[in-house]
């Protein structure tokens, strides 16, 4: 069963089925058979047959027709939904940065500030992932909270511990992100049931010893059990990007199915929610790892 962490559920157009569509194609003409790992097949036919764009254009020798963009999820779409997402983000992040403090008069409060927005993004998060639908509001909300804590944080590690790793954790960031699309436009990355295991259930690991070590840093002081810092932090660090990475990978595979499956333009919003969250998660890592190397020094 998919989970529906919105960390982990990659649910974009899985619709419950799990494997987000991997090793299927789209049926040609009329609605979808059910098949192996379909997104959208089910017994009875198309969830989305009632969208009726869902499946115009992939009729057997005929041209979509004109009406076909209209109705059904498109790259645009996927493009700029995203695009409103991440920006919105930036802009509170950059906003956050300016008017709050760090020094040390006021970084108690600017990190206060910063972690309750993390806290409100996180429960907006887990509520957009157990709805069904895509709530364009609850998605910008989220960005904004998010933007908030990323930029109370980055203006901590940046000016506090080490000059200019926000920047260099956005080029890694987004060095990763033109990596793994490369690398799944040309075939390098098969996304398929093995991968998807694979990557859920080392996701699902590295976050429990994450929280076991944060539980022992809580009670015990210090870094818990030593892997958010030093040599050990650094590693994690590494497997966080690689995870994240691997993420990224997989929301390519299911923007890939649905548009090819005819999902409905709101969708969209649901693949801006799923990248935002993995390039917030790999900004993160790097930014950690930024931080252990300098703070080694």
């Known amino acids: 069963m ?167 954790a956005v080029i890694g960031t987004m060095a990763v992100f033109a990596a793994v699309l490369v690398a799944y436009k040309a075939g390098w990355i098969r996304v398929n049931r093995r991968f998807y295991g694979f990557v859920m259930a080392a996701a699902l690991g590295f976050v429990l010893l994450m929280m076991v070590n944060m539980l022992f840093a809580v009670f015990g002081g210090g870094d818990g059990l030593g892997f958010r810092s030093g040599g050990l932090g650094i590693f994690f660090g590494v497997i966080g990007v690689i995870l994240g990475a691997c993420f990224l990978a997989l929301d390519f595979k299911q923007v890939e199915d649905g548009i090819a499956y005819g999902a409905p333009k709101d969708e969209a919003w649901l693949a801006a929610f799923g990248l935002t969250l993995t390039l917030v998660w790999i900004y993160m890592e790097f930014l950690r790892i930024l931080a252990i190397l300098n703070s080694n020094d």
């Open 2 to 168: 998919r989970s529906r962490n919105p960390v982990f559920s990659r649910r974009g157009f899985s619709r419950d089925n799990g494997y987000a569509g991997f090793n299927t194609a789209p049926q040609a003409g009329g609605p979808a058979v059910a098949t192996q790992g379909n997104p959208y097949a089910q017994p009875t036919g198309n969830p989305y047959a009632q969208n009726p764009y869902a499946q115009q254009g992939l009729q057997q020798g005929a041209p979509p027709q004109a009406p076909a963009t209209t109705g059904r999820m498109t790259m645009d779409d996927v493009v700029l939904r995203t695009a409103s997402t991440l920006g919105t983000l930036i802009v509170t992040a950059a906003l956050a940065w300016a008017l709050l403090p760090v020094d040390d008069a006021h970084i108690s409060r600017s990190y206060g500030i910063g972690i309750g927005a993390a806290l409100i993004g996180m429960v907006l998060a887990f509520v957009q992932s157990f709805k069904r639908t895509a709530a364009p509001a609850l998605i910008l909300s989220y960005a904004a909270f998010e933007g908030v804590f990323l930029g109370v944080v980055s203006s901590i590690v940046d000016q506090r511990i080490a000059s200019g790793a926000a920047m260099q």
